[in-house]
């Protein structure tokens, strides 16, 4: 791996129009750089029957280092060179792929920058664009603990994926097919009631397990749960189906959008790292997929089709009372 070692040599470097790269501690403004960058807004969701045409192949983007110097000043200069250099969505992508948020970059010693920035982010996908066996699945999420990354699929097309900090080494996340259940667009932490959780989408009910928007530290920080960045979670919420209960939350009749967590992780390297000696570095193949999913297909689709039922009945029923 070939770093680019940049120490005194900061404002020359930026007046030179060298490429410089990210971190110090930021202020409360720049928070809301998270909200700029929409990969995929609500309103781009695909409505009931509309065909989702096949995505575009991967390219093979090179990715190149920044390793920042010590000391204060110094890292405040390349932060400043940072942001000179790049726009609010360039930082957005480049944070994300390097599994941070705004709030977070300053934890960052060494950031990996692709020599091509796209606004669509899914041409950095590690995962496969189109899984045929998830052709006949309307939706379902995976979250892969190796990589810090989650995918979305539509009938087996991807249509978003994006940076997750899962459970930590002392409360990891479970792993296995699970449902998601209830959401909330503000739930308080189980483990801290001053933790607010945005977009919080419950995936085990009684293990408080869910999906939400939290701080990306660049490493698995969470107590379990699965943190996300502000408009991914924002989207998945509006994505992802609820279960269906009845007598008072006592009766399960149909379960909400399947979920799988896999992967292995040390809890200490940073996979994307890797990607500055191989573009394809972190990609998940089609085979590990197929072999992730195969064992689960016949649960899921039995799910699937209860779901339809139970939810086109309640859709009858609700126009006979209105009638």
């Known amino acids: 791996m070939k770093f680019r070692l940049f120490y005194a040599g900061i404002l020359m470097c930026l007046v030179s129009g060298l490429i410089l790269i990210q971190c110090k501690k930021e202020n409360t403004a720049e928070t809301k750089n998270d909200q700029i960058l ?20 991967k390219e093979n983007i090179k990715f190149t280092a920044f390793v920042f110097p010590e000391g204060k000043k110094k890292k405040d200069s390349a932060m400043a060179a940072f942001n000179d250099k ?5 930082r957005y992508i480049i944070l994300a792929l390097n599994r941070l948020d705004s709030k977070n970059k300053w934890r960052a010693d060494t950031l990996v920058i ?10 950095y996908t590690p995962f496969p664009g189109r899984i045929d066996l998830l052709k006949d699945v309307k939706k379902i999420a995976f979250f892969d603990y190796a990589i810090h990354a989650y995918a979305l699929y539509d009938n087996g097309n991807l249509v978003k994926w994006g940076p997750s900090s899962m459970g930590k080494k002392a409360t990891p996340t479970k792993k296995g097919l699970m449902f998601t259940n209830w959401k909330k667009e503000e739930a308080i932490s189980t483990s801290n009631d001053e933790w607010k959780l945005r977009w919080n989408f419950n995936i085990h009910n009684t293990m408080g397990i869910g999906w939400h928007q939290y701080d990306l530290p660049g490493y698995h920080a969470s107590h379990s749960c699965l943190r996300l960045l502000e408009e991914d979670a924002k989207w998945m919420y509006n994505w992802a189906d609820q279960w269906v209960i009845t007598n008072n939350g006592q009766t399960l009749k149909a379960k909400g959008t399947p979920v799988i967590v896999f992967g292995e992780t040390d809890f200490k390297s940073k996979p994307w790292m890797n990607l500055l000696d191989s573009p394809n570095a972190n990609d998940v193949s089609l085979d590990e997929m197929n072999e ?11 799910e699937q089709k209860n779901s339809e039922q139970v939810r086109a009945e309640r859709a009858a029923g609700t126009k006979e009372n209105a009638a």
């Open 114 to 123: 692709p020599e091509k920035i796209e606004t669509d982010f899914l041409k």
């Open 292 to 302: 992730l999913i195969e064992p689960h297909l016949d649960q899921i689709l039995k």
């Open 38 to 57: 929409s990969q995929n807004p609500t309103d781009s969701l695909p409505k009931k029957d509309t065909v989702v045409a096949e995505p575009a192949a």
């Open 86 to 90: 790049f726009s609010k969505e360039e």
